[in-house]
Structure formats: C-alpha cells, structure tokens
C-alpha cells in the first residue's frame, strides 16, 4: 500500500506545484497599459511620436484624407475597382462610405493621443525632464491637434469638440456638434497655445514656431481673414529656413528640401503606401486613381504646368499620377505644408486686400520657379481666377483642391456639384448610430 | 429523508467496506470484460463474489482488479444491458471475460468527454460517428468527413483549395465576436483550431484540422447539448467535437493495415466570360448610353482613331490556363495489437494533393503512436501521440486583385496575355495569371504539429481510479512567400517574407473516477477532476526588398530588410465534476457542473460557473412495455445547462492598453489602442434539449428526435463607441442571441438477408438562429455586405432591393423604404442571410455478396449566396475596359418594352453602383457528397495469399450538384478570414469533383 501511496501523492502533486506558477497571471507582452503609458520622459517622448505616427495612418495623412482633398475635384479620376472611392469621384456620397469614416475615426484618434498629451505632460514627474522639453512636447501636441480639428472643419464642417483624454466610453456625453466658426476658434486658440511653448527652431518633419505659423496662415485664409493671413504668411516666407527649391521637382526628388515647411517622414520600416494607389501594376500598383486628362494636358503645356509635367509619369503607355513613386524604399513623405502655399495664400489675401502688385509678386514667385511666365492680372477678378488656377497645378495631388474650391464657393461653377449639400462630407453612418450627441449634415 | 442520507452514505463508503473486508489469505484477480461481438471494454461491469460483499466495478476501458480469497472462487459480472455470467476461478489471476448483450440490444459506447457511456443512458444529445459509416473521401482534414452524417452539425467547405477552410456549426452561432468553432477534442486534447499562416490569401484560410490524418480516426463524437458539453464549460457553447483515434485491443495478434488509393479531381463548372468582341461590344453601348457620339464610341475602325471594330477584336483564353486535372496519392500503413498488458497502435500516413487550379498543393506526413500498458495491478499508464508535417503551396485567389482566379477571369478577353516583347502583360489593378502559375514557385506554407498526451492511471480503491494527463499541442507554422519582379507585389526589385508562428498549449488534468453498483439496481458514476491549460503565441516575421535578380530568393540576398516579432499568453484552470446515476436501468439522472477561470478576464470576474443537469426515462424498461416486442426502445430525456465562450477575443480584452510600434521618425512611439472594460466576463448560453429515441422491429428502425433552444446572453461584442473618443469600439458583454432548433434522425435496415442488406440512415435538421438584442448593428466585410442587426439573424445580407428594370427606360427601380422620393443609405434593408432553413443528409449503404455500394447525400435549403462575381462583373459599364463581362451582362436591358432584371448599361445614375439584391441567389443545392462502390475478396482467397482481409474500391466525389445558384459552387465563401461573414462567393476555387481508387488490405 505504501507505493500506492506514493504514486498518488506523485500524481496529485501537480496541482499544487502548478497552481503556484499561476497560469492565470499573464500581462501583456506587446502593450502596456493606461497606468503605465505616462511615466517619465521617455514615455512622454514615445506618447508624442505615436501622436505623429497617427498622422500618417493610411486613413488620414498617409493617404485617404488627402484623396477625399483630391477626388473630390477634377485632378484625379477614379480608375480602380473599390467603388467606395468611386463615389468621391462621382461627387454621391453616402454616410456608409468606409473611407469617410475611416477618416473621421483616425482623426480623432490623433486627437485623444494629444490630449493625453495636453493634459499629463506638464505633471510627469522626472528630474530628468526639463520645463523647455515639457513644453515642446505639450506645444507640438497642441499643433497637432490644431491640424487635426483644422482638417475635420474644412472636411465635414463644425464638429464635436474633445479637449480631454477619453477614460471611459460615457466621457464626452453630451458633447455634440459645435459650429464652423467654433471649430475654427478652437484651431486658433489651439495654435496660439502652440505657438508659447514651441521654440523658433527649423525642423521639417515636426511642428515648430514656424510651422504653426504657416498653419495660422492658411486658418486665416479659411476664414477670410486676409490681413491676418498676409502677415503669418509673411512671417514663413521671410525665414531663412524656407524658400522655394527651383525647380519643380527638387522638392519632389528630395525629402525634407528646403521648400518643405511641414512633411511627415516615412522609412522602410513604416512606409507610406499611398505610391500604391497611383502607380500602375506594372510598377506594382493598382491605378486605382489617374491625373484627368485636363490635368494631364495642362501639366504638360509649357504655358501652364512649366516644368510641373514631372507630376506625370508613364509606363508602358499608361500615364499615371508621380508626386509618389518610391514603391520599393516605401519612404514618400507626406507633403503637409510648403512654401510655395504660403506665397500663394498671401497672394490671395494681398488679391482681396487690394494690394493688386503685390498679389501678383507673390504669384509670379511661384510661376517663376515652376518655369511659366508671369503674368500681370489687371483686376481683382482675374487675380482671384489666376490664382486659383495656379493652386491647381502647384498642389495638383496634394489634396487642397476640393478644399479650395469649396472655401471659394466656386464648386459649383467649376466643378458643376450645385448642391451645396455636397460640399462636406456626410457624419458616417455608423458614429450617428454610435453617438446619440451628433448631428447629420443635410443632405445625407 | 433519513432513508436518503443513509443511502448516499450507504454508497459512499460502500466499496470501502468491501475493501476492509479483505484478509490475508486473498489474492489478486485482475482481467478485462468486453462486449462479446465488438470487443470494446465494458466500462462500469458490476464484477462481484456473490454470498459476499466484496466486489468491484470495471474501469473505462473494462479492465478490474478484485482481491480474492486463496480458494476457488465464483466471480458473478452483471452489468446493465448484457446477460450476466458467472465465472468459476480456481489459479488464474488474468481473466478475459466478455459479456453478451441481453435482448439484443445493441449497446454502443460513447465518449461523452471525461467517461464513457452506453448509448441507451444518454440523457444528452450526442451524434456518433464510427470509422466505417465515413465514406472514403479523400478529404485532407477530419471535418469535412461529417459532412451530411450527423444531424445538426452544418459542414461546409469554404474553398476547393485543397487543405482549405471548412466552416463547421453546431446547433446553429452563438456569438458575434467570439469564434462560432466547435471545440476540437482529440484523445483526451483540447486542440487549437486557430489560423497559424499569416499570409495574406484574399480571405481563404488555411485548415489547422488538416494536420490530423483521418484514417487514425476510430470514432468522433459531436456533443451537441449543454449537459453534454457543460463538462468543457467556458468552451462547450458551440459543441464539442470529440475525436478518438484507433488503439489496440488486448490479447490480440498484430495486425497490419495498408491501404492506398489514387485521385483525380477537376472542376465540375469553369468560369465564364464574355468574348472579346461581346465585351468591345457592350463597351460601345455604354459609350452612347452615357449620351457619347456614335462617331467617338470607343470601339471605331482604327482608321477614325478608335481600337477597332467589336467584331475585330481577338479573343485571348485566359481561363482554360487556370485549371487541370489535379491528381493525389495516399498511403497508410498500420499496424495493431496487444498482449495481455499491453496494447499499441502505431500508424502513418503519407498524401499529396494537387489543386485544381494551378498551382495549388497539399502534402502531409504523419506518424501516430498510441500505446498502453498495465504496470501492476494498480497502475497503468499509456501515451496518445501524433506528429505531421504538412506542406503547402498556396495560390492567392478570392478577394485579391493579384490573385490567380481574379487575374484571369476580371480582364478583359481581347487583351493580349503577353506584350509584344514577350513579356507578361498586366491590365489595371490584375497581375498576369500566367506569371502567377509560373513565377510564384515559393508561396509555401509549412505546418509542424505535435499532439500528444502521457496518462498514467492509479486505481486507488476498487471502482475508484485517478488519471493525471499531461497534454501539448504545439503547432509551428512556416511561411515562405517570394514575388518576383513578373509579379505585381514583387515591384520593383522581388518582395520576400517569412513568417514563423507557433502555437503552443500545455494542458495537465487530473481525474477522479468512481464508479459503483449497488444490488442490481443502483448504478452510479461520478467524476471530479481539475485542468490547468496555458495557451502562448508567438510570431517572427522577417521582410526583405530589392533582390539582385530573381534567383536569389532568401532574405539574406535583399537589400533592405525589416523584421518583427510579437507574442501572447492565456490561462485556463479549471474544476469539473459529473455524476450519473441510473435506477434499475429505467432512470437516469445526470449532473455537470464545471467552474472556470480565465487569464482574459478581469480579477473579479475571472470564474465562471457552468452546471447542467439532466434526465431520461427508458419507457420501453417498464413492465408495461418490457412484453411489447414491437418496441425495442422507447426513451424521453431532457436537460438543461450553461454553457460558455471566451474565444475570439484578444488575450488582454479586459485592459485599457497603449501600443508600441507607432513610430516615427525612426523613434518608438505609443498610443493608446484600447479602451479598458474591467466588467468583462464570458459570454453564456443557456440551452435546453428535449429528446426521443425510438427503436423499432428489432431495431430495424430507429429514430432520434431532438428539440433545443440555446439563449446566448453577455455576448463579447465590439460595441461602437463614439469616435470622438478616439477609439471605435470598446470590446463589452452586451446583446444576446437565441437558436432553436429541431433535429431528427432515422436510421433503417431496409433488408437484412445473408446476402444482401441495404441500410439507410437520414438526418435533417433546423436552427433558427435571431440576434435578440444588439445595441447597435455591426457590418461587415469591405462593402459592409453582412449585417449583423437585432431582430435578423446572423450571416444576413444588407442591400438596395431592386424591384424592377424600368421597361421604358431601362434603370433599376430600387425600393424605396422610407418612401422620401430618393434612393439613400437609409433604404439599404436586410435581404435573406447565408443559412439554409434545413440541411442534412442522406446515405444508403448496400452490400450484396463480397460487393459494397455507398451513396451519401447532402443538402442545404434556403441559404443564400452573394455572388460577388456578378456583381464585379456584370457592372454595366462603370469598370468599362478594366474588368469584363461575365456573359449574363447580355441580357442587359437595350430597348423600350425588354423586360430583364440587367438594368441598361451607363456609367450614371445608380443602376450599378449599389449593392443591390440582384447579385443575391438562392443557393439551396443537393448533392451527391460520395458515391462508392467497393469488393472485398472472400476470406479464403485471401488468406490463401496470406492476406487477412482486401478490399479494392471506386470512390467518387461530388459527382452530381442540384442547385439554381448560377456561380460554380453554392457551398462556398470567399470571406473565410473574416470572422462571421458567410456565403460570399468571388472567385473561389470550387469544390472539385473527385474520382479515386484505392485498395485497403490487411495481414
């Protein structure tokens, strides 16, 4: 009986053994969590660079958001199979649209990365971490989510506005839809923190004095308040650190150029997919979208598009969109602000300041580098027209031409969408069943 | 109430008593009893001396040991169900005793998880499945082999692929996030049933059951109802599929088992799509639809600066390049026996398969050793062992662009496969197909997967035993892709990757089993056992880009490469408990109960509690029916039990969490991914089972009669949040869901003469499954297809209902719901869903002489298919010159008075951009699952060639389809990696008709 015993005990001794490495304690190996996110310095530093890394998501700065800026319009042609983005194209949205709401929802995501931001930074408690450094990283925070309410605005109108991080799914209850101009103020008020804290530094690829300005600039261009937008715009273009790169496509051939105010990097490892979509299989893309033909022609008139005619490409008799060709190195910027817009923007301010020479001065700076004649407009009118001909071809793929001819009140004329309904888009379908606070625009 | 009390105490202590009673002159007897015609072990035979009270009971396998006097002795067996014998012994002390059934009554054994039972005391709903009813289809994995045999457990094959997805149900889903999979159990193994490739195949998945070779398979055992399933408790809700493989039989002579066959498959239907001049054609038409010149039509002489006439366009076949007669091989070799203490199986399996469109294939290579030996009179212990080896090249198909199907059936039929250079032309977003078929020689998918159990069984009183089981299942998966610089996901310079994943699970269970009887009349069987599982995953994958040429196809060639890996781990402990009791072979009662505890939850609600409990009355044991020869058998029974899901969500669901990788600018970045819901806990489904078996005639018929309803409450949803909070979701215990159903089975001897018999067995079955309550409704798939939406069922597709094509002016009327005068998201309705109304199954069985015939039906009804083919390709225009016609584009509306449902062509309006219903078919089909026809040569002829037994047969595979489904294949779905989307079909490899031949023999 004693070896019965045993065998037993031998059998039954598992369990204790086993219960004392507690298969039910497991933590998380490829996360941490809330408690842990917001310690010292270098969480801090991790938490703002996310907060960038959300800027690039496909679905805002990495491509979708700047397509619904180019779709929309008569840059680019829709010529693929997802009928989701067809419907940009065609100017008939519905609020079911994923890419509407793939947006929506990557975009207030930034904003919830900046608002943890916002709020902790300051009370990190490290001796390691100095005040100049909390600052900067609370300042870029607030640039952040300056663009990021900046772009939801000219995007879908005003919108509900979020200053806290979100603890529970009860938090912003009650929260609906501010109005435009409240969606605009709270850009500016965010921008006029921003611009207190950050230091006149030059770097490209974050936000910085400057960069803040730039965005003030084009803020006030949006809200028509030109005298404003001359002198921010004025602010950039007289810095050192900005000029236009001539020609053309240095800009384009070479990141972080001199000409770049704002660009979100990307490297091999966290590659930027938008080249994709404009190339064709050939080059191991899936043309799902194309330069219009009119593009095509006016980029490639010496005339008009002067040595822009970069931004086509061909292959093998296909003519395809090329601001986004490094299919291999995966590391195309995002192109998010530039000097040659800040030109421009003063320009068009100057236009309806009256200040006709120095409009033109501004606009020619920017004809003079793509390599096509100046030109001299006689009156206000014809200004305006020139201007937003050149905004055309000078950001043709980079998102700002739907934007423009809405903030004009000019879609309608040029690109025949009559239904000023469509000028934003619709609140995706399935937040309005998600939120009872939010509003649909009309028409949706 | 005193009465009770004594009695529990009276069986409680009554094998301690017989214990005590022994002295010191006494010696050990031990032995095994088996059923007299089938040779199992009879578990829980009463083994006793009788005039005495010492006595014991028969373990699982039927093995007892019993302390007697030195004297001869007399040993009485009774057990329920058999006649009893009485045994004289005088020196023996092995004795192999077998039992004959009494009334003939056939008695089958089912594994019902932790014990076994005898079929007729069965108070829960389980089907069974012997080796010999499974057709021999060669099938790669075991789940396709139920297909159409046990009712009420929904089979299908997602893909034709071999080694590809099956999608299997039980009683209907019970969830919307967690996974709708039965629990895998293979000898005693909970197995991981998880995707392990990460490869990006448009939607298919890759079967992990395949990893399994079926010819190992005895029996598998489906437990269908809580109180059958309540023993795996937070698993249990979606059933549990028991598997058990062969094993020896003691005192048996090895006996070797070969078998090999030879298969054939192809594609019972092809792709088809218009001509090149058809398709110019229709071009032309939209052109002066859309209101353009006759002159400017896109198709014009080539002298007006046009591409040609429609009627001189060539017609490229690109679909002929995709298909093949696919062949396959199998060998299986095994051998089996067992000495008195000692028992062993060891087997392998050696098969190939080739898919019917290029350049598919699967091959497995598997070993299995099954082995248990008696040490002494008290311990035994043994080993359920399988390792295999599967390979895999994979074609992309479904939902890719740069898939082999799509490459070939989406472009357009005058564009030329090759430029004039001779290299592989591409169109649009498609690759070449040829370049697929003949470049992409490394899309590789390795499987390694150890499964094995070591038990060892301690009998610590007589009738009382514990097992300790110590389990791994570990998987490791290796996939090798490498584009090259023909393909579109190899631009510009070769893409390769590498991705090695390994599941790994431990698993230790101990088990305490009593089993007594007491008198004639009292039998009683408990279990208390307890389990520990860990469960981890880890992933490494490696990238490279840039290769000097397309030689070079590793990694370490590439220029610029990145890497990553990551990696997660659960918990389970668990406690179970079961008891059974049966009064005079007329009563049953059954008790389960299991507490769980899981790693995925938060603290305070980590456990979960499972009971069930459950009752039968054998009515044809009364008196009054006991005379009645009529009625073999005539049983009611009823259960009901809680049943739980943890699956589907992540391992950290519970947490608020912030995730690295976010970087930027090459440094580390965090941000927050998830929001925390300490409140989570399992998802619970309470279920009860209402069931008659009825046996006939000499149990010439038999029928099995079941009603269910399973409430699911506390589903683990992804409930939507709104967005201004960042996040789109937070994972929450809300909605519920129900499914009722009905199943009935019947089985018949038709005729039972010495020559010639003829069997039919039927089963049909119907699950209603309805989404009571969900606080918002979820879509899914990239044009939000499904919808899941209270008050629908699961699987329900979301779509603009076309009424009508105008006669007059040719457009889709779309209805319109809310009746505002335009066609908006908010007329967007749920039309049908993807599950049938009923399906089932039918297979006959003859056997004439040394001949066999098998015919094996199965059917679904009412479940409908999208069929995205049409929808890409009968687009009216809007894809005009990217993406072809498929030839019901011509019965396109052109004129005034045409009455079609194909709306005119136009790229305006909404005649082709919605989601309509028009794509939406019925998909109800019957079909021939499995017709064979097999000879087995007479005992004399084969053992004059020393052969004990040889069979030689033809089998053939869905030879005939009934179905008005206009895809190939209604069975299928593309969308097989997304979790719950069903019946959609996009270029999916259809499930192939199959022919093969193969000799089985033994010696």
């Given amino acids: ?444 | 109430m005193y009465k009770i009390i004594s009695f529990i105490l009276f069986l409680i202590f009554h094998p301690t008593t017989s214990f005590a009673t022994n002295n010191e002159q006494s010696r050990q007897v031990t032995g095994t009893v088996t059923d007299s015609r089938e040779g199992f072990g009879l578990p829980g035979v009463n083994v006793s001396i009788p005039g005495t009270s010492s006595g014991t009971v028969t373990d699982h396998d039927g093995f007892f040991e019993l302390t007697v006097p030195e004297e001869t002795v007399v040993l009485r067996f009774s057990y329920i169900g058999y006649q009893t014998k009485e045994l004289t012994v005088t020196d023996q002390t092995t004795l192999t005793v077998e039992l004959s059934e009494d009334l003939q009554r056939l008695s089958e054994i089912v594994v019902t998880g932790y014990t076994t039972q005898r079929r007729e005391t069965l108070t829960s709903s389980i089907s069974s499945i012997s080796a010999d009813q499974i057709p021999d289809i060669p099938a790669a994995s075991a789940d396709q082999l139920l297909q159409g045999l046990a009712s009420g457990v929904q089979v299908s094959s997602s893909s034709g692929a071999p080694g590809g997805g099956i999608f299997v149900s039980v009683r209907g889903s019970t969830s919307i996030n967690a996974g709708n999979d039965p629990l895998y159990i293979v000898d005693g193994v909970p197995i991981s049933n998880t995707q392990t490739s990460s490869l990006a195949l448009g939607g298919q998945v890759v079967n992990p059951l395949a990893d399994l070779n079926p010819s190992d398979i005895e029996s598998i055992d489906i437990l269908k109802d809580a109180n059958a399933t309540a023993i795996y408790g937070a698993r249990g809700a979606n059933g549990v599929v028991v598997i058990t493989t062969r094993r020896g039989q003691p005192n048996t002579p090895s006996l070797v088992r070969f078998g090999t066959s030879v298969a054939y498959s192809w594609a019972p239907n092809k792709f088809e799509v218009v001509t090149g001049d058809q398709d110019a054609m229709l071009q032309n038409e939209v052109h002066i639809n859309n209101g353009g010149s006759f002159e400017s039509r896109p198709f014009r002489p080539v002298s007006e600066g046009g591409r040609g006439l429609p009627e001189d366009q060539p017609t490229y076949d690109r679909i002929s390049d995709l298909f093949q007669v696919a062949p396959s091989r199998n060998y299986e070799l095994s051998v089996a026996g067992g000495s008195e203490n000692t028992r062993y199986f060891i087997g392998g399996d050696l098969s190939d398969q080739e898919g019917i469109v290029k350049p598919a294939s699967f091959g497995r290579f598997s070993g299995r050793f099954n082995f248990d030996h008696i040490v002494n009179d008290f311990l035994s212990i043994g080993t359920s062992t399988t390792v295999s080896r599967t390979t895999r090249n994979i074609s992309r198909s479904n939902d890719t662009a740069q898939g082999v199907i799509n490459s070939a059936i989406f472009v357009p039929a005058y564009q030329p496969i090759f430029n004039e250079d001779g290299s592989y032309a591409k169109y649009g977003i498609f690759d070449n197909h040829l370049a697929l078929i003949n470049e992409r020689d490394r899309y590789n998918v390795t499987g390694l997967r150890l499964i094995s159990n070591v038990y060892a069984e301690l009998e610590i009183l007589p009738g009382l035993s514990l097992r300790s089981n110590w389990s791994v299942d570990y998987g490791d998966n290796l996939d090798e892709t490498y584009n090259s610089t023909q393909l579109v996901s190899g631009q510009p310079q070769g893409v390769a990757n590498t991705t090695n994943t390994r599941n790994y699970s431990w698993i230790n269970e101990q088990i305490l089993t009593w089993r007594t009887n007491i008198g004639e009349n009292h039998n009683l069987t408990g279990i208390i056992g307890n389990t520990l599982q860990e469960i981890s995953f880890e992933r490494s994958s490696l990238t490279g880009r840039n290769f000097p040429g397309d030689d070079f196809r590793r990694i370490a060639s590439s220029s610029l490469q990145t890497g990553s890996s990551s990696g997660t781990k659960s918990g389970l402990a668990s406690f179970f408990t079961n008891w059974n009791y049966i009064y005079k072979d007329r009563y049953i009662f059954d008790v389960n109960f299991r507490a769980d505890a899981s790693s995925r939850f938060g603290a305070d609600n980590r456990w979960g509690y499972f009971p069930a409990a459950g009752i039968a009355w054998r009515i044809s044991q009364e008196e009054f029916l006991r005379n009645v020869d009529f009625i073999n058998e005539l049983k009611l029974s009823a259960n009901i039990g809680i049943t739980g899901n943890q699956s589907g969500i992540n391992d950290f669901a519970s947490l608020g969490l912030w995730s690295g990788g976010n970087n930027y600018l090459e440094a580390p970045g965090t941000t927050p991914v998830q929001m925390g819901n300490p409140n989570l806990r399992w998802e619970t489904t309470t279920q009860w089972d209402v069931g008659l078996d009825l046996a006939v005639l000499n149990e010439r018929l038999g029928l099995e009669l079941n009603v269910y309803s399973k409430y699911t409450e506390g589903l683990l949803l992804n409930v939507p949040v709104p967005n201004k909070l960042g996040f789109d979701f937070i994972t929450q215990n809300e909605g519920e869901m129900s499914n009722r159903g009905i199943e009935f089975s019947l089985n018949s001897t038709n005729i039972s003469s010495t020559r010639f018999q003829w069997t039919t067995s039927f089963n049909i079955a119907r699950n209603v499954n309805i989404i009571e309550r969900l606080p918002s409704p979820i879509t899914r798939h990239s044009r939000d297809w499904i919808r899941m939406e209270e008050g629908y069922s699961m699987y329900s597709f979301w779509v603009y209902r076309q009424l009508e094509v105008d006669p007059q002016t040719g457009d889709a009327i779309y209805e319109d719901v809310n009746g505002d005068g335009q066609i908006t998201v908010a007329d967007r309705q749920i039309a049908g869903n993807a599950l049938p109304d009923f399906f089932g199954g039918i297979n006959n069985r003859f056997s004439y002489l040394g001949f066999d015939l098998g015919v094996l039906f199965n059917f679904e009804y009412g479940n409908k298919v999208y069929n995205l083919n049409r929808f890409f390709m009968e687009h009216g225009g809007i894809y005009s010159g990217s993406i072809t016609f498929l030839p019901g584009q011509l019965d396109r509306w052109q004129q005034p008075g045409d009455i079609t449902d194909i709306p005119r062509m136009t790229t305006q309006g909404n005649n082709y951009t919605l989601p309509s219903d028009r794509n939406l078919e019925d998909a109800s089909f019957l079909r021939l699952r499995s017709l064979s026809l097999g000879y087995t040569l007479p005992l004399n002829v084969v053992q004059s060639i020393g052969l004990q037994s040889l069979r030689v047969y033809f089998q053939g595979t869905n030879l005939w389809t009934l179905t008005r489904y206009s895809g190939l294949d209604p069975e299928v779905n593309s969308a097989d990696s997304i979790s719950n989307v069903r019946g959609i079909d996009q270029a999916v490899v259809p499930n192939p008709r199959t022919v093969q031949f193969g000799v089985n023999l033994s010696f």
């Fill in chain 1, 1 to 444: 009986m004693k070896t019965r015993k045993l065998i037993t005990s031998l059998l039954l001794l598992p369990l204790t053994v086993l219960w004392s490495c507690d298969v039910l304690d497991h933590n998380p190996e490829l996360n941490i969590t809330d408690d842990q996110a917001f310690v010292n310095r270098a969480s801090a530093e991790a938490a703002l660079t996310g907060t960038y890394s959300r800027l690039q998501a496909n679905n805002y700065y990495g491509r979708n958001y700047v397509a619904i800026g180019y779709l929309q319009a008569d840059n680019v042609e829709w010529s693929g199979s997802f009928n989701f983005f067809q419907q940009f194209d065609a100017n008939q949205l519905t609020a079911d649209n994923s890419t509407v709401s793939g947006a929506w929802s990557a975009i207030y995501s930034t904003i919830n990365s900046a608002n943890h931001i916002i709020a902790k930074v300051q009370s990190v408690d490290d001796p390691a971490f100095s005040q100049s450094e909390k600052d900067r990283i609370q300042g870029e925070a607030y640039f952040i989510r300056a663009l990021a309410y900046f772009d939801l605005a000219r995007a879908w109108g005003g919108v509900p506005l979020i200053l806290d991080y979100t603890r529970s799914p009860e938090d912003g209850a009650g929260i609906g839809r501010s109005s435009l101009q409240e969606t605009y103020a709270r850009v500016l008020a965010d921008l006029q923190l921003a611009e207190n804290l950050l230091p006149d530094v030059v770097n490209r690829n974050r936000a910085t004095l400057h960069t803040v300005y730039a965005l003030r600039a084009r803020l006030h261009l949006y809200t028509e308040e030109w005298e404003q937008a001359a002198e921010y715009s004025s602010r950039v273009i007289e810095h050192q650190g900005y000029e236009l790169v001539q020609p053309y496509s240095e800009f384009i051939q070479n990141k972080n150029s001199i000409e770049s105010i704002f660009e979100l990097a990307y490297d091999n490892a966290n590659r930027n997919g938008h080249n994709g979509y404009f190339l064709p299989a050939s080059l191991g893309g899936r043309l799902e979208w194309r330069p219009t033909e009119e593009l095509i022609s006016l980029v490639r008139d010496p005339e008009t598009g002067g040595n822009r005619d970069v931004l086509v490409g061909e292959a093998n008799g296909v003519t395809f969109g090329n601001l986004y060709f490094r299919s291999s190195t995966g590391d195309d910027p995002a192109y998010v602000l530039r000097i040659a817009e800040l030109y421009l923007i003063r320009s068009e301010a100057r236009a309806h300041l009256n200040d006709l020479s120095g409009s033109a001065e501004d606009l020619n700076a920017v004809r003079t580098r793509a390599g096509v004649a100046e030109i001299n407009p006689s009156t206000q009118q014809e200004l305006l027209l020139a201007i937003e001909n050149e905004r055309r071809l000078e950001f043709a793929l980079e998102g700002h031409r739907w934007f423009d001819l809405v903030r004009t009140e000019r879609a309608g004329d040029v690109l025949g969408v009559t239904d000023r309904n469509r000028w934003v888009l619709p609140i995706p379908l399935s937040d309005l069943n998600a939120d009872p606070d939010l509003v649909q625009n009309e028409g949706y």
